[in-house]
Nanobody
Framework: VQLQASGGGLVQAGGSLQLACAAS????????VGWFRQAPGKEREFIAG????????DYKVVVKGRSTISRDNAKNTVALRMNDLKPEDTAVYYC?????????????????WGQGTQVTVSS
């Protein structure tokens, strides 16, 4: 499975962005999807995930309440909409997929990774 992340950019604090993750190739392995982010000098962290069927969703506290993850299995895409963005949300955002159905929050569980998309939030 090849993953392409898109939708990043420069936004003012309080604004919104919608990130997209598109899968191609052997999409039968496009199971659970996780969004991770990595700020300069920090570890890559899991922020949201969605199960293969879209029913299992997990948000970490850093984005909970202001983010929505969704997927369209017919199009092999997963979206992450983030509202009320803050300067501390500035990071490179990665989507990752695993062939299993459950969206674990550990990097080690994900077999496939996109290239990352930069999100910069100005104050």
């Amino acid at each position: 499975v090849q993953l392409q992340a898109s939708g990043g950019g420069l936004v003012q604090a309080g604004g919104s962005l919608q990130l997209a993750c598109a899968a191609s190739g052997r999409t039968v392995n496009f199971g659970a999807v996780g969004w991770f982010r990595q700020a300069p000098g920090k570890e890559r962290e899991f922020i949201a995930g969605i199960g293969r069927n879209g029913w299992t969703i997990d948000y970490k506290v850093v984005v909970k309440g202001r983010s929505t993850i969704s997927r369209d299995n017919a199009k092999n895409t997963v979206a992450l909409r983030m509202n009320d963005l803050k300067p501390e949300d500035t990071a490179v955002y990665y989507c990752a997929a695993r062939s299993g159905s459950y969206p674990y929050d550990s990097r080690a569980e994900y077999e496939y990774w996109g290239q990352g998309t930069q999100v910069t939030v100005s104050s």
